[in-house]
Nanobody, 116 residues
Framework: QVDLVESGGGLAQPGGSLRLSCTAS????MGWFRQRPGQDREFVAS???????KYHAMSVRGRFSISRDTQTTAYLQMNNLKLEDTATYFC??????????????WGQGTQVIVSA
């Protein structure tokens, strides 16, 4: 069993910034997915177990950056936010793989709203 604690998110204006964090009970590959209203959940970013490799979806590349400063906490820095970034963001971990391949634990989700 892996417990995930998410924080961050909230309301921002277009062009603004927010940061999400996720702390897991254990060292795992981690990342975020998001789900926009009425749409399927989509991949946003991930980081490998030791932090050596990072992956970002094309839609957020250059604006979002994933990192981890401890073995168990990851961050998603979101800059230059756009209206279309409005979504519920879910932290995910993969306990079986070095890379986030098949998430097997999910956070409760945190709301990000970008509005003028």
């Amino acid at each position: 069993q892996v417990d995930l604690v998410e924080s961050g998110g909230g309301l921002a204006q277009p062009g603004g910034s927010l940061r999400l964090s996720c702390t897991a009970s254990g060292r795992h590959s981690m990342g975020w997915f998001r789900q926009r209203p009425g749409q399927d959940r989509e991949f946003v970013a991930s980081i490998t177990r030791k932090g050596a490799n990072k992956y970002h979806a094309m839609s957020v590349r250059g604006r979002f950056s994933i990192s981890r400063d401890t073995q168990t906490t990851a961050y998603l820095q979101m800059n230059n936010l756009k209206l279309e970034d409005t979504a519920t963001y879910f932290c995910a971990v993969d306990t079986a793989n070095q890379q986030l391949t098949r998430p097997d634990y999910w956070g409760q989700g945190t709301q990000v709203i970008v509005s003028a």
